[in-house]
């Protein structure tokens, strides 16, 4: 069985970097897709973007410019970086590992709220 | 941002069946691009419920049951139980964004 565990610091400042990681445990993982996903409060998901096993990333368009997502596979561990957040990056943010290659998302992390206030 | 629509909500009474439809366009859905969808219960993580289009993986009950046609697809929830109250969320890939996009999101209320 696959499990998610993320982590990362839940309180930051408009302009500081949001920073946070996700641990699998269980499964195969080098040849894994990895995913950031984010939600609002009260409202719905959003993909962030993933990583492949070749290392190779996918943003979304809105994010592209701030967003940068890295894996280490000695740790079994991927990251994820937003730059210059404000509040509008207010969410709980969700790691999960793509089902193989049919594109959705088949194991979650359990979410890390991260609040951007002055 | 968005691009799949869902009902707001939905609500039936134990017992009943509901429907939750998922409205794409022809850069997603129609493109031929699966569909899945989520279960969020209460301050939970969302968890697979029906994966390309109408496989449920296992554990998940049969009253659970997905379709797909054109640009849109819809989940089904016969024998409503109120276990099922929870946010459901359809999501695919979008070849506008080059990336995967989600459902706005259907509250389920069991009466």
């Known amino acids: 069985q696959v499990q998610l565990q993320q982590w990362g610091a839940g309180l930051l400042k408009p302009s500081e970097t949001l920073s946070l990681t996700c641990a699998v445990y269980?499964?195969?993982?080098?040849?894994?897709?990895w995913i950031w996903i984010r939600q609002p409060p009260g409202k719905g998901l959003e993909w962030i973007g993933e990583?492949?096993?070749?290392?190779?990333?996918k943003y979304n368009p809105s994010l592209k410019s701030r967003v940068s997502i890295s894996v280490d596979t000695s740790k079994n561990q991927f990251s994820l970086r937003l730059n210059s957040v404000t509040a509008a990056d207010t969410a709980v943010y969700y790691c999960?590992?793509?089902?193989?290659?049919?594109?959705?998302?088949?194991?979650w992390g359990q979410g890390t709220l991260v609040t951007v206030s002055s | 941002q968005s691009v799949l629509t869902q009902p707001p909500s939905v609500s039936g009474a134990p017992g009943q069946r509901v429907s939750i439809s998922c409205i794409g366009s022809?850069?997603?859905?129609?493109?031929?691009?699966?569909v899945h969808w989520y279960q969020q219960l209460p301050g939970t993580a969302p968890k697979l419920l029906i994966y390309?289009?109408?496989n449920r993986p296992s554990g998940v009950p049969d009253r659970f049951s997905g379709s797909k046609s054109g640009t849109s697809a819809s989940l089904a929830i016969t024998g409503l139980q109120a276990e099922d109250e929870a946010d459901y969320y359809c999501?695919?890939?979008?070849?506008?964004?080059?990336?995967?996009?989600f459902g706005t999101g259907t509250k389920v209320t069991v009466l």
């Open positions: 990583i492949n096993p070749s290392g190779g990333t």
């Open positions: 022809t850069s997603n859905i129609g493109a031929g691009y699966d």
């Open positions: 269980g499964g195969s993982f080098s040849g894994d897709h």
């Open positions: 999960a590992k793509m089902g193989g290659m049919l594109e959705y998302f088949q194991y």
């Open positions: 999501q695919s890939h979008d070849s506008s964004l080059s990336g995967y996009v």
């Open positions: 390309s289009n109408n």
